[in-house]
């Protein structure tokens, strides 16, 4: 664009500076004032749902009590802790950026993706798991406890998305598999090539891609150690819940034998509370009352997850681009910008998993 | 600048229509002015588009009975009519295609502060705009261009089709608006406080808050209506507990606060033009600035004006009222500013400013009718009238529709380096004024009357009302048709236009017509936008800026001389 105008304009224009700024701290400032102004527009793309999850809340808090005992809580804080560490390589990675210390920049920026992949390994075990036992949107919820209903019968979900022949799990798969095999095939291709920077990418990739199956392993450790314990609790837990327990599938039971003490509470503060008339299980565990917290639950973790996705693409390309040596003392600004971006993306996690998770 | 008429001559071929050619060259341009053209002429295709669909409804309900459209047609003409106007092309009308022209010249830099990005929200209009197409030409969308939940979450009609297209018109405004105010912040050169800025860059600025802050709500409560349509989550479905009225608190959380991004560019031209073709500096001009920061901010807070009937506790209607009646105070301020203006000024009722004085009739009638709606004992009976119909006509029609139409006269010769028929032309300001009076003022009565909105048959009491609207309708479309036909002579035979025709102080008449690809090829002199001592009438060439001698230069460049 500028080359026909270079005479008129900036005969020292560095490469990195655009044509329309006059210095390299006019570009960084207005950079950074036009991130800052995206994330307030996040914020406010979230508040809606927050509002939602307030006014709902308020509305039925015993339904929000019930239904949030349905979450691994062990899941969601394993996550945290992931995405608390990716805020902290990648804050080293702008360091680094600033430094120009271009190892370090690339390591630091794998290492973040690396924690996203892992984010979204546990987060599809936590979906899968609920899907299949019927948590899903309120237009499709299943009542965990009404005795009439079959417990797999969710024929419109089905629909919507085609029968089940694999497990969710499987299917989730599917792409990341196809995924980690062409990064697989792209590593194997650089190394032939030995361009040391091509193949510092493709294995940064190739591990991103890998880290999330690692993270649905770990996921489903951290379930298979809550069922165990469900089991347990079951075997000398009440007859309601031993007897609930019969009709379900092995992989659903330990969220039922979580509810399960949930239910017991629900019954007893129910007897205690007939006189001011607090809803009954039965009210609570139905589309228009559970239903509608898991409802909150996908939009808010769902939309939190779209992030976390655009946020792996933009690292991404800041990969490739730190591995091409662009980043140094002068012109550091992209880094800081995407750190910035995902610290908030970070933050709004930190929100979630307590309001979702940890309130009681 | 003395010698503009050399430095015209030197860069004749050195300007941003003509520099590069072809195809590719406008649709991958990073150049702040053409993406502005290229937003020109698509929101007046949407102007086009709702313009013939808004002739559609008057036709029918010129008759009391379904004479060409049946009662679901006429719902989903009057959605899309209304579903293009506002989000295709009133909403970008001012800001997108005439701020991006402006902004950056105005301000004197070369060029928005994020090109790309500018690129970008182009392209997201278009997409967007696409998904309404697909829209008007698949089943048709019927629900108003509210989406008023429950009826959008059971409808047959495309919902998520025009759902997702306005979630991705509002990320082109959120992003036009973002660069706008880093622009604004970060690009401003040397002399250019903020107090010199023409108020025309307050008003942008002031909108751009908006864009950023309200859109985003929207965007969110849209994705949640198609989320209810596509997996049935149930929030604002009374069938599993949900709250159809919390849909309408996050609509008009944004909804309303877009009134004021829609008014306020179009407000921000008119204190142009009544200063320019007045001759006169501008009065008041920190009252100006300050109200249109003011009007964007009590803009949040008077949303629930809209829902006095849905449903609220006695005390929230109450504050909303309250609250309602305090924005009207910014807005008559700017009304004074603009008549003091005037006065004792040398007015010269050229095409521009008879557009402008055409806004002021229009939008004080608009302004002074909103309060009517906005007390609370006269609203329950004019609520979902055609009182509420004329009233926003006159305040998005009258309004923002005339202040673009006088913003695109008065810049035309800038941005397309000819000038136009001014006589025609006031010819077309005349004509759109008796039409547009014609179309609404019946309107106030018969909403009065009780007519209510959104049929598309009525009792035939309301006969003569309708008919008088429907006549007024198709004379509005003529004046428009001859502002049209006016702008098109001028681009095939206009004069060439001098670099500053109407004598404007402001910094784009110190660049030629039409700018070059970098705006100013020397640093423009920042001065006081509204001072027009130093201009001089040279005819043909138009006016040109003397320099004061040398005693009367401020000394200090950053003083500021209101
Ligand atoms: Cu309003």
Redesign the pocket.
């Known amino acids: 664009m500028s080359h026909d105008h270079a005479a008129d304009h900036g005969h020292d224009h560095p490469s990195f500076l655009a044509h329309h700024f006059d210095d390299p701290e006019q570009q960084f400032d207005a950079g950074k004032l036009g991130i800052w102004i995206f994330l307030v527009t996040e914020v406010l793309f979230f508040s809606g749902m927050f509002c939602a999850y307030a006014l709902y809340r308020s509305r039925n808090p015993e339904v929000f009590t019930f239904a949030s005992t349905f979450l691994n809580t062990k899941l969601g804080a394993f996550n945290t802790g992931v995405l608390l560490f990716s805020s902290l390589t990648m804050a080293w990675g702008v360091r680094c950026a600033q430094l120009r210390q271009r190892g370090g920049l690339v390591l630091c920026l794998a290492l973040t993706l690396i924690c996203a992949s892992i984010f979204l390994g546990v987060k599809a075990v936590e979906y899968t798991h609920k899907w299949d036992m019927g948590l899903l949107p309120a237009h499709f919820y299943l009542s965990q406890y009404a005795q009439t209903i079959e417990h797999h019968d969710w024929a419109p979900f089905k629909e919507l998305v085609g029968q089940a022949h694999m497990t969710w799990l499987t299917k989730l798969c599917i792409l990341p598999g196809l995924i980690t095999i062409g990064f697989a095939a792209w590593l194997f291709s650089t190394l032939k090539s030995k361009e040391r920077r091509k193949i510092e990418v493709a294995g940064s990739m190739l591990l991103t891609a890998l880290a999330f199956f690692g993270g649905i392993g770990i996921g489903r450790v951290f379930q298979a150690a809550e069922e165990a314990a469900a089991a347990h609790s079951t075997d000398h837990g009440d007859k309601h819940a031993a007897t609930d327990a019969d009709h379900k599938h092995d992989a659903a039971s330990a969220d039922h034998a979580t509810a399960a003490s949930a239910d017991k509470t629900m019954l007893v503060s129910t007897d205690s509370q007939t006189k001011i008339g607090a809803p009954s299980i039965e009210q609570i565990d139905q589309k228009g009352g559970a239903g509608l917290f898991f409802s909150i639950y996908y939009c808010m973790t769902g939309v939190h997850a779209v992030h976390i996705l655009g946020g792996m693409v933009v690292l991404t390309w800041l990969l490739v681009r730190a591995s091409k040596d662009v980043f140094h003392e002068q012109y550091f600004g992209p880094v800081d910008y995407v750190g910035l971006y995902w610290h908030l993306v970070d933050l709004i996690w930190i929100y979630l998993f307590p309001l979702l998770y940890l309130i009681r | 600048m003395s010698g503009s008429a050399t430095v015209q001559a030197q860069n004749a071929s050195d300007n941003y229509l003509f520099n590069t050619k072809g195809f590719l060259s406008w649709a991958l341009t990073l150049d702040h002015k053409r993406i502005g053209m290229m937003y020109l002429v698509g929101v007046m295709g949407a102007f086009l588009l709702g313009g013939i669909l808004a002739l559609i409804l008057r036709a029918e309900l010129a008759d009391p009975e379904n004479w060409f459209l049946t009662n679901k047609q006429y719902n989903q003409v009057f959605t899309l009519h209304g579903a293009v106007m506002v989000f295709l092309f009133i909403i970008p009308s001012v800001p997108a295609a005439l701020g991006n022209f402006l902004v950056p010249v105005m301000l004197g830099a070369k060029d928005v502060a994020f090109p790309r990005l500018n690129l970008g929200s182009f392209y997201l209009w278009v997409i967007g705009a696409i998904f309404f197409l697909v829209a008007l030409l698949s089943t048709g969308l019927d629900t108003g261009w509210t989406f008023y939940t429950p009826y959008s979450t059971q409808t047959s009609g495309p919902v998520v089709a025009a759902t997702l297209g306005v979630f991705i018109l509002g990320f082109s405004s959120i992003f036009t608006g973002l660069n706008f105010i880093v622009t604004i912040n970060t690009m401003r050169p040397p002399g250019m406080t903020w107090f010199r800025m023409p108020l025309f860059l307050w008003a942008t600025y002031s909108t751009s808050i908006i864009q950023v802050l309200a859109t985003p709500v929207l965007g969110i409560t849209v994705l949640l209506l198609a989320a209810e349509r596509v997996i049935g989550i149930g929030i604002f479905d009374p069938k599993f507990n949900g709250d159809p009225v919390t849909f309408q608190h996050f609509f008009?959380f944004y909804s309303?606060p877009a009134?004021y991004i829609m008014i306020l560019p179009g407000m921000g031209i008119i204190s142009e033009l009544m200063s320019v073709h007045s001759h006169k500096g501008i009065f008041g001009y920190r009252f100006i600035a300050y109200s249109s920061v003011a009007i964007a901010l009590f803009g949040f807070l008077?949303?629930g004006?809209?829902m006095f009937t849905s449903g609220m506790a006695n005390v929230t209607v109450i504050v909303f009222s309250a609250l309602t009646f305090s924005v009207s105070i910014p807005s008559a301020i700017k009304v004074f500013n603009w008549l003091a203006t005037m006065y004792k000024g040398t007015v010269q009722l050229n095409t521009p400013m008879c557009y402008a004085l055409n806004f002021i009739f229009l939008f004080t009638i608009g302004g002074l009718t909103g309060l009517w709606l906005g007390t609370l004992s006269t609203d329950r009976p004019l609520h979902d009238t055609y009182f509420v119909v004329a009233h926003f006509h006159y305040v998005m029609m009258g309004g923002t529709m005339v202040a673009f139409l006088g913003g695109v006269f008065h810049w035309w010769p800038k941005m397309t380096g000819k000038m136009f028929n001014d006589f025609w032309g006031n010819i077309s300001c005349l004509v759109v004024f008796i039409g547009f009076n014609m179309t609404f003022l019946p309107q106030f009565v018969m909403g009065s009357r009780g007519m209510p909105r959104r049929y598309a048959t009525y009792d035939p009491q309301f006969t003569v009302f309708h008919e008088w609207s429907t006549y007024g309708a198709f004379t509005l479309g003529l004046g428009l048709f001859i502002a049209l036909g006016v702008l098109i002579h001028s681009l095939l035979r206009g004069k060439q236009a001098p670099d500053n025709p109407w004598g404007g102080a402001t910094l784009e008449w110190q660049c030629s017509s039409p700018p070059p690809y970098y705006n100013f090829h020397t640093a423009p002199e920042v001065n006081d936008p509204y001072n027009y001592k130093p201009l001089t009438y040279r005819g043909e060439k138009g006016w040109e800026y003397v320099r004061p001698k040398p005693s009367t230069v401020p000394q200090q460049p950053d003083q500021v001389q209101v």
């Open positions: 008009w309303h009134v008077v949303w004006h809209h």
